[in-house]
């Protein structure tokens, strides 16, 4: 065996330190709000996935942790899990590996400690899979706790070719004509919901009664509505839930909060009624405690994200009596506390998020640099910032029960937490006592110690509609005389932000002796709608000045050496770090890209979110009437491969061979026009979709892309 260089050595070890750090997955209080429930997640590198696991923590009237859990529990076959309103059931979907390829998914109903009822779901065939992604899936209980609901892919009907010799089979199966298989239709091409929702076509909502074992697939929703985040009404005769239909066509979903859908009621004996308008995009119906029922909107069209309305409708039953709750905010407002609130951006409320007389609501939407939590006030609309300020960080509400409030709270150098805190009486909020159930994971001495720095940046001279952005730097500690390398870092999206929180990669490189900074450039969210705005029309021109803009600023103000530069990004931050090695061929030292947009041009014809080509060029997307070769000109002379010839420094590319929103094509084309400039080029294939964010993909892509700054940098890794 090859011995490894002790530099690769280091890398190795750091990941693997850092890997063996768990987050929080969720976790739930029970009705009396003194249990909580966590489901931890951590990476397990022998298996090649995340395990998850779960503990239970028993709580005093002052939420000191009276008994906790030995050891957690493996829970990673559950789906999706939900304890019964009156808390006498818990309802898992599982699935099971069954042999080397299949897998079989079961319904199990538990009554404390015994499996009351267990049904084999891929046997009964009712539907296909059960989802459990985060745009359709939900597992609610009717409020009398005698029947579940869920989402499910349609089953299929049969088809079979137009000529085919068949043994005689009379023993089974329903031979009516309208069950039979259809002859030629085996190969008609199914569109799915794209990107990491592949094989998702067409969904239906399922209940199953509970008693009788009873799995019914409800009807009355029109055929080309995709139902999903389904939740019963209070009174039990029905659901909500948001359907996104399916003409003229499916565009990708994840990310993507921009899709037309509607928020609708569903009677079980299938009367149908829109709740929402026509032209918006909505998600996450919640019900109060009063029947009150709120959700996100926004309008269906322009950027894949933005900022959100919060929409209050006091009488489900009666249509228009919707009123808005929270507006979009165009750039800033203050909450009755003072803090600076710039809108709502969140893809969900907490599944239980309100006080228990159903006057005020909480929730955390991602603010600037931080995720921040609020409590707002159902009639009057006003926001209460309650984030945890011990420390300069990100703290997200996980369950409200009985007024108590469980979050997860984490910053750069500490891992996720769990806090509790009382909800204080209206009026009072702003004094929120947040206590700590768990301790921070311990993470390497190096990261704990190191300096989070939020920097509020702005181009002066400017006469642009938005002149200001934010960034974060984070470094290790530095002895006076040393200067470290420093990776520019932008997100991707490009309508997504960073936030201070933990995260496994910007450990590993702080570890290794990296600053970095995180850019939160103009087009992101978190910061006003305005910010969002300005951005389409104008990328690969604003998001890489502003790039450059945070590299100067940077490097005027932190020990920082200016001959060892990295770029770091994936997807839309894939492309902007392509842009710049392409427009600073002088600044930048050495590149990893993953997953990077190169040419929008192609990439208009490949991927799952072609309107996304069009509006981020500055073109209102439709498929109808003659195709624009202005349009195709604009989507080019955006992208990163006009600049290509220019690229001077080492570039490694990390593409993911199911990619369906950035196609992998995009990067080989990138890469073979690099090495013909004679460019050291690396490319990396994995097995894996957009985010590279399997274990194995993770694992191998962090490790190559720490060792190919640290080979072309000529430096020593710190460990
Ligand atoms: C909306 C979207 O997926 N855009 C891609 C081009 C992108 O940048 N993806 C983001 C989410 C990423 O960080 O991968």
């Known amino acids: 065996m090859l011995k490894m260089s002790s530099q690769l050595e280091n890398i190795v070890n750091a990941y693997k330190t850092l890997s063996k750090i768990p987050s929080v997955a969720g976790a739930k209080l029970n009705n009396k709000a003194n249990k909580i429930t966590a489901n931890w997640s951590v990476r397990n590198l022998?298996?090649?996935?995340?395990?998850?696991?779960?503990?239970?923590?028993?709580?005093?009237?002052?939420?000191?942790?009276?008994?906790?859990?030995?050891?957690?529990?493996?829970?990673?076959?559950?789906?999706?899990?939900?304890?019964s309103p009156k808390e006498t059931f818990k309802a898992?979907?599982?699935?099971?590996?069954?042999?080397?390829?299949?897998k079989k998914q079961y319904l199990e109903v538990w009554s404390k400690s015994t499996l009351a009822h267990s049904l084999d779901l891929t046997a009964l065939d009712v539907h296909g899979d059960v989802y459990a992604d985060s745009e359709f899936g939900s597992l609610d209980w009717s409020q009398d706790e005698s029947a579940i609901v869920y989402v499910a892919e349609k089953k299929l009907a049969k088809s079979e070719p137009y000529i085919k010799r068949k043994g005689e089979d009379k023993s089974k199966g329903d031979q009516s004509a309208e069950n039979a298989p259809k002859k030629g239709e085996e190969f008609i091409y199914r569109q799915d919901w794209g990107e990491q929702l592949v094989g998702k076509h067409s969904s239906v909502i399922v209940m199953c009664k509970i008693e009788t074992e009873t799995i019914t697939v409800l009807e009355g929703l029109?055929?080309?509505?995709?139902?999903?985040?389904?939740?019963?009404?209070?009174d039990g005769l029905g659901v909500v839930g948001v359907a996104w239909p399916t003409e003229p066509r499916r565009l990708g979903l994840i990310f993507c909060t921009n899709r037309p859908s509607f928020i609708f009621a569903l009677t079980l004996d299938g009367n149908l009624k829109k709740l929402s308008k026509e032209g918006v995009s909505v998600r996450s119906p919640r019900f109060s405690p009063n029947g009150e029922l709120v959700w996100l909107q926004r309008l269906a069209d322009g950027p894949h994200h933005a900022c959100h309305q919060i929409i209050r409708m006091q009488d489900y039953a009666n249509s228009d009596n919707s009123s808005t709750l929270i507006d979009i905010v165009e750039t800033e407002k203050e909450t009755t506390n003072n803090e600076k609130f710039h809108g709502v951006y969140c893809l969900g409320f907490p599944g239980k998020c309100f006080s228990a007389d159903g006057k005020r609501l909480v929730f955390s939407t991602p603010q600037q640099n931080e995720v921040r939590s609020y409590v707002v006030d159902v009639e009057s609309g006003s926001i209460v910032d309650i984030s945890n300020k011990q420390a300069k960080g990100s703290t997200s509400v996980l369950d409200v029960r009985s007024d108590v409030i469980l979050a997860a709270y984490s910053n750069m150098t500490s891992p996720s937490q769990l806090y509790i805190a009382r909800l204080p009486a209206q009026g009072s909020e702003a004094g929120i006592k947040w206590i700590p159930i768990t301790k921070p994971p311990a993470v390497p001495e190096s990261v704990a110690n190191s300096s989070v720095q939020y920097l509020e940046l702005e181009h002066a001279d400017s006469t642009d509609s938005v002149k200001s952005f934010s960034a974060l730097y984070f470094a290790p500690k530095v002895d006076e005389d040393k200067k470290l390398p420093l990776i520019v870092w932008p997100h991707g999206g490009p309508h997504s932000n960073f936030v201070n929180a933990y995260s496994l990669e910007a450990a590993l490189f702080n570890m290794l002796g990296f600053a970095s900074v995180q850019i939160n450039y103009r087009g992101s969210t978190g910061a006003g709608q305005a910010c969002v705005q300005f951005l389409p029309r104008r990328v690969g021109d604003t998001d890489v000045k502003d790039c450059k803009l945070a590299t100067d600023e940077i490097l005027k103000?932190?020990?920082?050496?200016?001959?060892?530069?990295?770029?770091?990004?994936?997807?839309?931050?894939?492309?902007?770090v392509t842009h710049l090695s392409g427009q600073y061929p002088d600044l930048y030292r050495v590149v990893v890209s993953r997953n990077p947009v190169t040419d929008v041009a192609s990439m208009f014809n490949s991927t799952d979110i072609a309107d996304w080509c069009a509006v981020e060029a500055g073109y209102e997307f439709t498929e109808q009437g003659p195709v624009s070769e202005e349009q195709l000109i604009a989507m080019r002379r955006c992208s990163p491969l006009i600049h290509v010839h220019k690229v001077k420094a080492p570039t490694a590319l990390m593409l993911g061979s199911g990619d369906k929103r950035v196609p992998h094509y995009q990067g080989l084309e990138y890469a073979r026009r690099l090495r013909a400039n004679g460019v050291p080029t690396r490319i990396y294939m994995y097995d894996d979709n957009h985010s590279l964010s399997s274990t194995p993909a993770e694992m191998d892509n962090l490790i190559n892309s720490a060792h190919w700054f640290l080979q072309h940098l000529e430096c020593r890794a710190q460990t």
């Open 46 to 83: 022998d298996k090649g996935k995340n395990t998850k696991y779960s503990c239970n923590y028993l709580l005093n009237d002052e939420f000191s942790v009276i008994a906790e859990s030995e050891f957690g529990t493996d829970v990673s076959n559950e789906l999706l899990s939900a304890v």
């Open 557 to 576: 103000r932190y020990p920082v050496d200016a001959t060892k530069m990295c770029l770091f990004g994936g997807s839309h931050g894939g492309f902007l």
């Open 222 to 234: 029109p055929e080309d509505w995709c139902p999903g985040q389904v939740r019963f009404t209070p």
């Open 92 to 102: 898992i979907v599982r699935e099971e590996k069954n042999g080397k390829d299949s």
